[in-house]
């Protein structure tokens, strides 16, 4: 995904759904670009991509644990196993019914 400038409405809606207040701050301390805030605080970016309504789903720059958590709790996200643990596959299935099954050895 191409990196894009947080709105003022994003981080309105962040705000209303509780983001720590750490959070809300620096965002609104200068205008900021998605890359920033997965570089500042990837979890924070997590966060936004599992709670804000319409946030767009960049994986880009976020851990496997982060990763999972949102294709574990985003039904819209595209799941893609590769990469993650065993504990962050599992993760992942046990919240979507579409995730495909471990593959037998």
């Known amino acids: 995904m191409t990196d894009y400038t947080l709105t003022d409405e ?3 809606k962040a ?3 509780h983001a720590c207040s750490e959070a809300i701050n620096w965002l609104w301390e200068q205008p900021r670009t998605w890359q920033e805030l997965v570089e500042h605080h990837s979890s924070w970016a997590t ?3 599992i709670n804000i309504p319409g ?3 960049d994986l880009n720059g976020l ?3 982060d990763r999972s958590s949102v294709m574990a709790l985003r039904s819209d996200c595209p799941i893609d196993l590769s990469g ?3 504990y962050e596959r599992a993760r992942a299935r046990c919240h979507r ?3 495909p099954p471990e593959k037998e050895n």
């Open 55 to 57: 946030c767009p789903i």
């Open 84 to 86: 993650l643990n065993r």
């Open 63 to 65: 851990d496997s644990y």
């Open 15 to 17: 705000k209303v759904l």
């Open 47 to 49: 966060w936004a991509i």
């Open 10 to 12: 994003m981080i309105r």
């Open 97 to 99: 019914l579409d995730c």
